[in-house]
């Protein structure tokens, strides 16, 4: 009997069907088995070391090849199941193997999900082994940014994290690289500064919500911790090029910290708290008539895929899926329907443009370079490399050097462009690549210069 096709794509490497995504079942017991979880390593830890596609991507995969390379039989069951974890402690979910180089893949029948083995594995051990206060603290955004942004606190703790004695105290105390840039923090927030918005628009007077195609023409703009706290400027951006597109625009009432670092951290229950007091009141806006977009590709990424598949049953998650938006896949949506003003003051140059890898995996395209090229006289050159930042493996004193050299190529397209702006849509990628480059002064967001270009 003559092999079906589905077989048929099955004996090749790789196919041309979609990557499919199982749901992460952190639920179930086998999923804590440790033995269980060492036998799914060293078999993936196997088909990678007989393909190695993906080494140029991150560290993990450098460090996974020297363990097999050094190793007495240079195959994986010569590597200690000790040193597992030095391969997953290199990893920071960026899912760009998954999305673009292993040909094994679900529906491949050797069903390789690197990230999200990646991590079982970080959950696995932060189970058993806790983290350490530094991860503990860099993961709790909103706890460190409530209390940076208190009056007079926010003063000393912005001018301490620009002192470079006190960057060199920190680096050998709490483990935090005294090179490595890290954001400011506002006590005027963005929901402070949302009053003053709402009020410039009601005198302009209401906008209609227009509805066309996927777009509901209203929407929630979910600010994230980082947003309020730490760019709120960058909100009222958003609220300027929005509103100056025809959009209803409101900030959620009330947020908390999507859990993409306590998911990189494998803490999943802290993830689950978190989801449980974000969904109810995202899914509440939804069944209102809202749409939901984020100014961080991560934090549109978790809402998008990683709860999905984390609480596959959960029928608010979905329906928050659903109606996600990354803000230029919004604004490139209503432009195919005709409903996004083109009407530009100013052109923008040359646009040096790096890719976040949280956006490249969403499968949108480059959605904020094809709006920015409508602007008359501006170029975007996309750099579709990895900064390296992560969030936190930049930071880190054991991993920064690593997370420079993963920018570095990014970092010398940049600087041989010599662009009239750099920009990336995650705010920390733009500032780990604009403090390696010599030729940027000033990264800026992609909404930044969209402001820029309408004259607001």
Known sequence: M?????????????????PTRHPVEWQTESFWDVDKLNAELERVYDICHGCRRCVSLCNAFPTLFDLVDESDTMEVDGVDKADYQKVVDHCYLCDMCYMSKCPYVPPHEWNVDFPHLMLRAKAVNFKNNGASFRDRTLTSTDAVAKMATIPLVDVTVNALNNNGLFRKVLEGTLGVHHSAPVPSYHRNSLRKRVKMLEKAQQEKGAIEPRAVGRTKGKVAFYATC??????????????????????????????ACCGMPKLELGDLESVKELKEANIPVLAKLVDEGFDLIAPIPSCVLMYKQELPLMF???EDVQKVKQAFFDP?????????????????????????????????VQNIG????????????????????????????AVKKETHDIAVKIARPV???????EPDYFISDCPMAAAHIGNLSEKVDKPEHPMTLLRIAYGL
């Not at 003559?2 to 979609?18: F, N, Q």
């Not at 970092?411 to 462009?417: A, E, F, L, T, Y």
Request: hydrophobic share 30%.
């Open 2 to 18: 003559s092999d079906t096709p589905s077989t048929k794509e099955r004996a090749r490497e790789g196919s041309l069907e979609a």
């Open 226 to 255: 980082y947003g309020n706290y730490n760019a709120p400027q960058l909100g009222e951006d958003f609220y300027q090029v929005f509103q100056h597109n025809g959009i209803h625009i409101e900030l959620v009432p009330k947020e």
């Open 328 to 360: 230029f896949e919004y604004l490139f949506l209503r432009h195919k329907e005709g409903e996004f003003n083109i009407d530009f003051k100013q052109g923008l140059g040359d646009i040096s443009y790096q890719v976040a890898c949280h956006l490249r």
């Open 411 to 417: 970092v010398r397209k940049v600087d041989q462009q």
């Open 312 to 314: 596959p049953d959960d």
């Open 366 to 393: 480059l959605k904020t370079r094809d709006i920015l090229n409508l602007v008359p006289d501006t170029q975007v050159q996309a750099q579709e490399r990895c900064s390296g930042h992560d969030g936190t493996y």
